[in-house]
């Protein structure tokens, strides 16, 4: 497994400090997010997901504990929006430059507008996909939302 990805690539040219985890990535997962936690063996609440959605028509990301579900909503709302959907996946995968399970929200190809739970800005760190599937960066969560340009806000259910 390559430990340089776009993710921390991206990371590492911003000066923003991380360290990478790796861990067995089962493709069987129900819940990947689940997955990696049990595999990493922290809890689920910190071990966040990225998620691709399309706000208004718009691409955007959102970032949310694995262990929850996110309010398509509270989405909507949080990019001033009126709707949201999940995007396609291989639509993200276009647009990211990464695979579905591998999804990052660092250095993508394009990068779109991010948001992030607020509890999880509460945490003193999380981990999040370093761009490939089995590879987790942890950082602090404002570090997370520095690098990302990124908003705090209710995102989940």
């Known amino acids: 497994m390559s ?4 993710a921390t690539l991206a990371l590492t040219s911003a000066g923003i400090p991380f360290t990478l985890v790796t861990y067995d990535y089962d493709a069987e997962a129900a819940r990947i ?8 063996g922290v809890p689920a609440s ?12 718009k691409p955007a ?3 949310v504990p694995s262990d929850q579900e996110v309010n398509m909503k509270k989405v909507a709302a949080a990019f001033s929006g009126k709707s949201a959907h999940m995007m396609k996946p291989a639509d993200a ?8 399970g591998g999804i990052s ?3 993508q190809r394009r990068q779109v507008p991010t948001a992030v739970e607020e509890m ?10 370093g761009g490939q599937r089995g590879l987790q960066v942890r950082i602090r969560p404002d570090d997370l ?13």
């Open 3 to 6: 430990r340089t990805t776009p």
């Open 33 to 40: 997010g689940l997955q990696a936690a049990e595999e990493i």
């Open 46 to 57: 910190i071990v966040l997901k990225t998620l691709m959605v399309e706000v208004d028509g």
């Open 61 to 63: 990301c959102v970032v």
């Open 93 to 100: 995968e276009r647009l990211t430059g990464y695979k579905v």
């Open 105 to 107: 929200p660092f250095g």
């Open 120 to 129: 999880a800005t509460l945490e003193e760190e999380v981990y999040l996909n």
């Open 145 to 157: 939302i520095r690098a990302l340009g990124a908003t705090a806000a209710d995102l989940v259910r």
